[in-house]
DNA sequence: CTCCGGTGACTGTAGGAGTG
DNA sequence: CACTCCTACAGTCACCGGAG
C-alpha cells in the first residue's frame, strides 16, 4: 500500500495506491510514446492509478457471506438482476407462464450481445424455488402439451379462478404467437372448470392425477387451518426474502456502478460525479447518501478500493492491448463474472453488513469514541492546515508512525533516553502502534520481528536508501544556501570565539544545515533564557533582544549541548551558541 | 429498551463559469 | 487574474422505524 498526497487545485487528498498500480501507469508513460495521442490522453487524464487500497491479504481471508442466501448468492450479477425481475414481476402478476417469461428476460436483454439460455432461467427458478421465493409447476389442460407456470409462493391452492386466468393468458399468448389456435385447445381453455372437478374426481379415486402434475411442491392440497397459516407464513416470508434480495441487488448494483464509473476514470478525479453515473439502483442523490454512509465502515471502503484497483488494472490492461491489436474482440474489463473480481466484489458486499455488527456493545462504543477523537484530530489537522484536506486516518497513528520511525533510527542504548520512549510511546494505544507497525511493515519500512522474537525490528535497508535519496523541495535548498551564507559572513566573529544568536524563525533548510555543521562537531548549540527572565514580551522591552543582538542579556541554562567527543581543530569555527529569544516567542 | 440502518435537513467546500 | 455566483459532492446530526 501506499500513500500518497494528492493536490487538487486548493484542496490535498491523501489516498492509497498499491505499488503496483503505480508502476502499471508509470509504465503506461512508455507505451503512450508508441502508441495513439488520443489513448495516451485517456491514460493521463486517468491520474496514476486508483485510490486507497487495502492489503492484497484481504481477499484471501474468504469469509462465509451473510448478506444473500446462499443459493442466491451464488447466482452471477446477472443472475441476480434476473431473480430480482422475475420477483417483482411475480409479484405483480402472481403467476407467469414460463416460456412467456423467458421471452421477456431474452428481450429485456437485447443488445447486450449474450444470449441467455433456457437452462440459465431453469437455474435461476431452481434457486428461488430453494429459497421458497417461487414455486414451478406443469399444467395440462388436456391437450398434450405441458405447460410450465411460474407461481408466487404464497399461492398453495389452485382456485378455478386461477385455472382460468393461467388459460386465459396461454390462450392469449397463443393467439399473438401462432394466429388461431385449435377448438379443443380453446375448449379447455375456456372451460378449465370442467376439466378440474374431473381431475378432482380422479384423485378422489386415489389415482395419481393427470392433469395437474406437481413439481416440487403441494399445489392442490385442500384448505386447512395449518395449511392457512403456512401460507401466511411463507407470504411473510416471501415478502422478506423479497425485500432483501431487492436491497441486495440494489447494494450490488450501486458498488458495480461506482467501481465501474471509478475504475476508468482513475485517480485524478476529484469527487465522484453521481450524476454521470449510468444504471444506478436509485437517484444520484440517494447513491451517494448510501456510499458515503457504506463508506464509514473502513473495512468497506478498504475492500471498495481493493475492487477499484483490481478494475482499474484490468482497465488500463484493457486500453494498452487496444493499442496494440485494434479490432480484435477483446474480454470485458469489467467482467463482474471474472474470478477475481467476483471475490472482490463480495469481499466489498460482505463488508457492506460486517464490521460494525460483530463487535460486542462495549467494543461498540469504544470504537465510535475512537472514530470521533478521530476525526476531531483530523477537523484540527485540517483546520491548521488551512485546507479542507481529508485525510483518512488517524492522527494520532500517523504520529505513532513517525515516533516508531525516531526510535527505531535511534541506537542509543542510554537507559534514560529508552525510558523517555518508551514513555512517548505509551500515551498511544495499543491499537494505535500496532496499526503504525502494520503501516510501516506494509510499507516494508520495518524489517524483523516476525518469527519468535529473536530477529530485533529495525528500520529496513530500503527505507534507510529512501531517506539518503529524497530530495528537498528547491525552496529548502535556497533557505539552507542562505543560511549558510549568513554564517560564512559572520565566520570571524565565531573565530574569536562570540557567540551568534539565531533568530526564532528558523526553516527547515537552516536546520538542516546547522544540524549538519553540529553533526560533523563544527559546531555548537547552547540554548540560552533572557536575564530578566520569562514573561510577556510587553512588559519586558526587549527590543535589542528581539533583533538577536544582545547576547549578554542572555544567561545560559543549566541544558547545554555539548559535544562528547572533542571538536575538530582543524576546522577554524570553535563553535556557534543557539540563543533561544523567548521575548519573541512569548 | 438498545442497536442499527436509512433518510432528510443542513453545512462546508471545491471547482467551473461568468465577469470585469 | 481575481472575484463572485452557482452547482454538486461530502460530511454531520437528528430522527425514525424495525429487529431483538
Redesign the pocket.
Known sequence: MFRRREK????EVYRYWTKRNLEIVKKRGLLSAETEKSKTEILERRGKTISDHAPSESLSHSKKSFFLPKPLMSLTADGIRRAKRILERLQREKFILKPNLFRWLVNLEKGKGMTMGTKTVDEILNRLQQEGLCRCIEMNFGNKQLIKVVLHPHIVNMSVELCNEIAEKMRSTEKQRNGPISSEKLENMINPKRKLEQESAERTDTREPTSLKRSKHDITGSPSKSRSTRSFDEAEKFE?NTLKLK?ACQGRQLVMQYVRYHAAKGANF??????LIPDLPAT?R?C???M??L?LNFNFREALMQLCNMLSERFVKHLEENQKFTGMERPRWDDFNDKNIKAALEMVLQHK?GG??KIS?DR?MDTQKKTRDE?KDIKIRNERKG??G?VYESVAIANAVELLKLVLLSTSTAKDELSLSAKILSRYTEDELLAAYSYLREKKFVSGGDGDGDSPILLSQAFLRNISRSKFPAVRVERAAKFSHWLQDREMDLIKGEELPIGPDLHCGDLLHLFALVSSQELLVSPRLPSEGVGDASSTGRSGSEKGTEIQNFLPVKLILRPTRRVRVNKSVPGIFKVVDRASHA
Open positions: 487538487h487545485k486548493k484542496s422478506a436491497v476529484r469527487a465522484t460525479e453521481w450524476s444520484p440517494r451517494l447518501k448510501r458515503a454512509s463508506k453488513q460494525k455488527c456493545r461498540y476525526k485546507t479542507s481529508r
